[in-house]
């Protein structure tokens, strides 16, 4: 990436952090000065994504037969947990067809005249990305099936016995959504999306990769172990990987040489409250409630979250994804159980007996 003026663009479009933003992190973006670190740091071609080695796979192949079919590209929708790329795919789209970009999320689309905008100014084969698209409302959602499957838009004008209505056609245009919760879709709308892609965690050789490109991109020299320490405690997670990274940098610029070493990345670390696994202050406040309020389950979410003044959402979409996958709890029917994982990270002895089932 270096000598293309990246690092030029780079300091025009992210200005100094505070300390506080980095250290807190933000897995959800939503953040002013998150979504501006994402942006610099964000591939801008389908070969510079790391790893989702099927999902760049089958989005190669389905851009190459529309080039040469020229028609536009299928609907797809991107789900999986937040900081692991569905903007970054959205984003790569319309580089890689040579199109335009719209972008908006379900929550600004608060009627469907609000939709009205995009739809009629897409152009053929461009792309129209809703992010958080689980969260638009049911009558924008309806009004977008006929424009998804028929690109075309119905609506009434005028009203009682004058009422007519009028069919308006659009441009063949793309949608691509973003959502953490395809669960909360309804069948018609997952129905129009000719791709349906979930993104996984990534793997700590993958995410030392991107903390090495990264690091580059930044102008600042890591070590290959460096990276793969930090790398082993994002939490599975390239934004996250993103922050800390941020963070290690300038703790090593103030208090080392510059150079992220092994040292300077676990101080860094420690301070940030990455813990040995990754985890952060939010996902060992879960376990130690789970642990020490709900006695390691099992119990349900709704209880947990209002334990830990947390929105079920908050709990669901940012906290269990990780913590099921490095089976730090299980889902049960009755609940979620900490397992003994979960038990020996917060150096806690589990109950004695049969009770706990899992390892
Ligand atoms: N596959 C990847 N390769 C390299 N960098 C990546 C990759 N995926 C994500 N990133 C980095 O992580 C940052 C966050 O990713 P992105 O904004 O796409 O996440 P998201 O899934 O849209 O999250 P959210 O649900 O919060 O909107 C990007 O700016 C980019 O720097
Ligand atoms: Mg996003």
Known sequence: MRGDGSEVAFKEVVPDVPREAILQGNRSGNDDEQKRRDDALRPRRLSEIIGQKAIVEKLRIAINACKKFKEPLGHILFDGPPGLGKTTFATVLPNELGTQLQMTSGPALTRPADLMPYLTNATEG????????HRMPRAAEEFLYSAMEDFRVDFVLG???????????LKRFTLVGATTRSGMLTGPM???????????????????????????????TI?????RELASRSRGTPRIANTRLWWARYYA??????TITLDVCKAALEMSGADTLGLDKQDRRYL????????????GVEALAATMNLAQDTLADEIEPYLLREQLIVRTPRGRVATRKAYAHLQRTPPPGPGLLFE
């Open 159 to 169: 009203d009682g016995i004058n009422a007519r209505t009028i069919s308006m056609p």
């Open 253 to 258: 610029t103030s208090e080392g040489d510059g």
């Open 126 to 133: 461009s792309i129209l990305f809703i992010d958080e698209i």
């Open 190 to 220: 997952r129905d129009r999306f000719k791709m349906h892609e979930h993104l996984e965690f990534y793997s700590v050789e993958e995410l030392a990769q991107i903390v090495t490109i990264n690091a580059r991109k930044l102008n600042v």
């Open 223 to 227: 070590t290959p172990e460096a990276a």
């Open 288 to 299: 130690e409630t789970l642990i020490g309020v709900f006695e390691g389950g099992p119990t």
